[in-house]
């Protein structure tokens, strides 16, 4: 049987966003990419799927 095992979610603020799935599901924090580096994101799991919280917008060059 087929399931999801990836979701990408598109925000304003990756981190309070990550905050709340963490708090309110118990994800953990598998990794986190600095603001400001145009590639801002936080990747949270439960062990089976994994959540990528990414900055809204474009990188900048």
Request: aromatic residues 12%.
């Amino acid at each position: 049987m087929a399931r999801i095992k990836h979701i990408a979610l598109h925000t304003e603020d990756p981190v309070k966003t990550a905050e709340f799935y963490k708090k309110v599901f118990g994800l953990q924090e598998l990794h986190r990419k600095p603001l400001g580096t145009g590639e801002e994101g936080v990747w949270l799991s439960d062990g089976y799927i994994y959540f990528a919280i990414l900055k809204i917008g474009r990188r900048k060059n």
